[in-house]
């Protein structure tokens, strides 16, 4: 049915290349940001290099989403630094954020459920675009270049991601683990540098959660981003992740390759308690 | 990032096509006012053709609301404000105007203008056809900018709070509106008056009556022409989608980089442009007399009702809504005419049922898309026939105890709102446009699935 998901170079074409545009690093450095009494995040600190593929555990409740929403300006930090490639993220607005190069999947899925397949992809594109509204309304030549060029990307996208049968079908009709990849396919869309996904393996089966491994490798060898995810399944993250970070009540208590991560005593403690 | 760009650059371009899509709609809006107004106006009586210019107005009101409401999601229950404020500038402009112009008040028609015969005037847009096309643009650009005013809460507020400020926002109009001078200023006292105080003079709580009679066929169905092709244009493109992905779901949107406040201000800006041309052209046709209450919040909600029973999102659906709202209180008037109705509304439910029994079942099984159902389609048709015939029961009914049904608009207004909201909550045609399918596909699963049945058996 939906398994044979499968990215190669040859059929990410001459349309995708580039639109990834990795090489540049993101930085975040002290970051703090409380809700009231609640410290929810304190001291969060990451260095994600490019094509990296990272992960961000911790227990229930732990400030990992709230880290994502911090990074991707949903929440302003109270302080600390964040960077991508150098320029500064701080107090830019969420679409401004997504602008410079930073995508994200949520956790709990956000497509856009009455629109097509195709125009979730499609509006995940607009971005880039430099026509104005009077191109639109006098349908300007270079409007109707830079729309035709949006259905040549959302076309190729969707046929690496083996969505492209059902391009023309509304996203909410799809199956979980469909939106699930949908979601990933119109992130990348954006032209992201770093790509965020947000427990990516949530709720998929044994088969599903094996094929979304491959894929995500896949997505970052192919397109050349870094990617960061928040993830609960523990075979998923110690298979895929490079390096991994612990949060454990807004704090990271470890960071470390998986081997590493598996092995500090701090992180058994978060997970399991004290003896 | 080049890379889009780089694709886009290499698409071929032509000039020469592209002016043509600028000329077509334009020309179109020409060639569809014309006809209206010297081939239809003149085969009809007086009466119909202003039904068919109300329906014109209503047209225009209900796509304007379609982009605000339907499109960007941000629910406005005050845009009978715009119109009033599109109105009041277009006929203070034509009233005062045409002192200083023409020396008197009275309308200078031109061979497009007047509803009911086109004098010999001017030529086109030369003398009072020109004011008038002025004040129009003028009152639209003002409503405009109060969009842009009314749509920068909306950058702080969702839902129903929105919808509170906009209901506001049409009842400050309507208060304003009543506080100016009831009195309209002659030739001496525009004379005598503060250059200021004169076009402000729009006759207050009385009502603002005596704006010159330009509005006609012509103009209306040109910038009903206007207004879809702008709607349409708007839908099936980039900046289309973005502003429908804040309606579905505004954090995923701006985290897709859609900058979610612009697109909401330009959606009231362009709602309100177009809400306030309707005001202009209402305000100039005959028996019309503009007056606070156009403001309020009663000529608001008749707007809503069109776009919601249309399809919130659904240009046509908004259009065709707009057009049996606007029409069917005069049906009503006439049960004879509504009686006859069963002709048609019968053999409706006959075939409806015949074809819903012929039918397969809806395509359920693994690997099959989903939501395709054969029974849509004679399901729709016994839907029509129910509403058909039903109307025409009514009329029967009404004939026989005496009862004049168009008394009992609102009420019917209100019963047919909550029989849709509970039979087919997302309106007449969805988010669906008859150009995109809402015809085609219910008749396509029809016809596939009975193929399917034909095979397997």
Redesign the interface.
Known sequence: ?SSGISITMSDASE?????G?AGEALEVRGVFKSFGGLKAVQDFRLSLPPAALYGLIGPNGAGKTTCFNLL?G?YRPDQGEITLGGKSLIGL???EI??T?L??T?QNI??????SVF?NV??????????S?AG???????????????R??ARALLQVFNLHD?MD??AR?LPYGDQRRLEIA??LA??PKVLLLDEPAAGMNPQEKKDLRKLIREVRDVFGVSILMIEHDMGVVMDLCERITVLDYGIPIAEGTPHEIQKNPKVIEAYLGKE | ???????????P???L??AW??FWPLALALVVGVLMQHQVRTNIDAYSSKQILDVGIAIILAVSLTIVNGFTGQFSIGHAGFLAVGGYVAGSITYYGSFALFGSAGATLGTMSGLYGAKEGAAFVTGGEGLFLFALLAGGLVAALLGVVVGLPSLRLRGDYLAIVTLGFGEIVRVLIQQTPQVLMSKDAIAAAKPLAVPLSVGGSLGFGNVPKYTSLFWVYAAVVLTLI?AY??KQ??????M??I???E??????????TYYKV?GFAIAAFFAGIAGGLYAHTIGISLSPVDAGFQKSFDIIIMVVLGGL?SISGAAIAAAIVTYLPELLRTPDTLMKFAVVGVPMLVIGGALLAMAGKPDQG??K???HDPRAFPRAVIGLGVIITGLSILAFVAKRFGINLSDYRLILFALALIVMMITRPQGLLG?RELWDGALYRPLRDFFTARRHKGGTA
Not at chain 1, 15 to 19: E, M, R
Not at chain 1, 136 to 150: D, K, P, T
Not at chain 2, 237 to 242: L, M, P, Q, V, Y
């Open positions: 049915m349309v995708l290349k580039g639109s545009a991707t949903v607005r969420p679409s997504a602008f190069g995508a994200r949520f956000r497509l856009f459920g009455e629109l125009e499609k509006l995940a594109c607009h971005l880039r675009t430099t026509h509204l639109v309304i006098l349908r300007s030549g270079w409007q109707r270049a830079e729309e035709a060029a949006i040549e990307r059902r079908e509304s009709n119109r992130a954006t032209g | 990032m080049a890379s889009l760009q780089d694709r886009a650059n290499l698409v371009q032509s000039p096509a592209a899509r600028v702008f244009r708007l493109s980039s900046t289309g989608r973005a429908l992905s309606r579905e779901d954090i995923a949107a701006e985290a897709m980089g859609v900058k979610t330009w999102g693994p690997g898309k989903r939501g988010v």
